[in-house]
Nanobody, 113 residues
Framework: QVQLVESGGGLVQAGGSLRLSCAASGSIGSINTMAWYRQAPGKQRELVASIAGGGRTNYADSVKGRFTISRDNAQNTVYLQMNNLKPEDTAIYYC???????WGQGTQVTVSS
């Protein structure tokens, strides 16, 4: 399994931006699909965005137009740019590598109104 470490979370006011990073200890390759999930208190973990090896992206309806997922295969890193954040975006955000089913430890994002 590959180890994933997220960073970039924090406290931000509504309308603000954050950029999350997910660094992999090993190669994420050029074909592995990577994803960001989030889990708010009392709710199930949900898919936020995913990016395939070829660059095709997929987003939850709730974040379309506000979040952008990207990857740097040479740096074994995946990013999630989050703009126009809303209080309902408050959650722990997790990085996930689909091929080997690896999860990161999560990073807290809190958006104040």
């Amino acid at each position: 399994q590959v180890q994933l470490v997220e960073s970039g979370g924090g406290l931000v006011q509504a309308g603000g931006s954050l950029r999350l990073s997910c660094a992999a200890s090993g190669s994420i390759g050029s074909i592995n699909t990577m994803a960001w999930y989030r889990q708010a208190p009392g709710k199930q973990r949900e898919l936020v965005a995913s990016i395939a090896g070829g660059g095709r992206t997929n987003y939850a309806d709730s974040v379309k137009g506000r979040f952008t997922i990207s990857r740097d295969n040479a740096q074994n890193t995946v990013y999630l740019q989050m703009n126009n954040l809303k209080p309902e975006d408050t959650a722990i955000y997790y990085c996930y590598e689909v091929g080997r089913g690896s999860w990161g430890q999560g990073t807290q994002v809190t958006v104040s109104s």
